[in-house]
């Protein structure tokens, strides 16, 4: 049971370069997510996309783009990297709305 | 502005006595809360929820309170084993209801939670 899969698991940027977290559910789920999580501040939502075709802003979007390539797919961009953005990136995704998300295993970037 | 607050960063009890957590919130239009639990280097996983109709939800050892006067709920954990020592999140989602609108939860900051032997 796949459920929420992401990648890369780990990543080491210099500041400036850009990358792209990718992220697939094999769950036929309609709603996908990404959050942020840093040390004493929870988890913070950066992008969603509630349908496949919508994507949509969260708390903390500055400095990145997203893509729902299909249902299955969402992936996360930074096009110029910097140290701010160094944390722990989660992908989620849900039935719809009012469902429990499940997230993936987690990706860490450290931006230096 | 912080919507889902959880005070207590940590919290230690011994195994088999009860853990109390606790989540305060300000949005009064939150009408869904959930507990996440979370391992070191793996992503959360969701533990219990708990609907605004209702005042508690129980699964098992875990039971969640709700108190929409006073916007605060508990999670509480009995008997506590030392597999249960983790980070707790709380999470609270505004009504939407349809398939396509998406399930946007704002998150507490987390309670790590030790179960001593």
């Known amino acids: 049971n796949a459920g929420v899969t992401q990648t890369p698991k780990f990543q080491v940027l210099k500041t400036g370069q850009s990358m792209t977290l990718q992220c697939a559910q094999d769950?036929?789920?309609?709603?996908m997510y990404w959050y942020r999580q840093d040390p004493g501040m929870g988890l913070r939502l950066i992008y969603y996309?509630?349908?496949?075709?919508?994507?949509d802003k969260g708390e903390v979007p500055n400095g990145y783009n997203v893509s729902r390539l299909n249902k299955r797919e969402f992936s996360l961009r930074l096009e110029s990297a910097a140290p701010s953005q160094t944390s722990v990136y989660f992908c989620a995704s849900s039935l719809g709305g009012g469902n429990t998300i499940y997230f993936g295993e987690g990706s860490w970037l450290t931006v230096v | 502005d912080q919507q889902v607050k959880q005070n207590s960063p940590s919290l230690s009890v011994q195994e088999g006595r009860i853990s109390i957590l606790n989540c305060d919130y300000t949005?009064?239009?939150?009408?869904?809360f959930l507990w996440y639990k979370k391992y070191p280097a793996e992503g959360p996983t969701f533990l219990i929820s708990i609907s605004s109709i209702k005042d508690k939800n129980e699964d098992g050892r875990f039971t969640v309170f709700l108190n929409k006067s006073a916007k605060h709920l508990s999670l509480h954990i009995v008997p506590s084993q030392p597999g249960d020592s983790a980070v707790y999140f709380c999470a609270a989602s505004r009504p939407s209801r349809a398939e396509t609108s998406g399930s946007r939860l704002t998150f507490g900051e987390g309670t790590q939670l030790t179960v001593n032997p």
């Open positions: 949005n009064s239009m939150f009408d869904y």
């Open positions: 769950m036929n789920h309609n709603s």
């Open positions: 996309s509630a349908s496949e075709g919508t994507t």
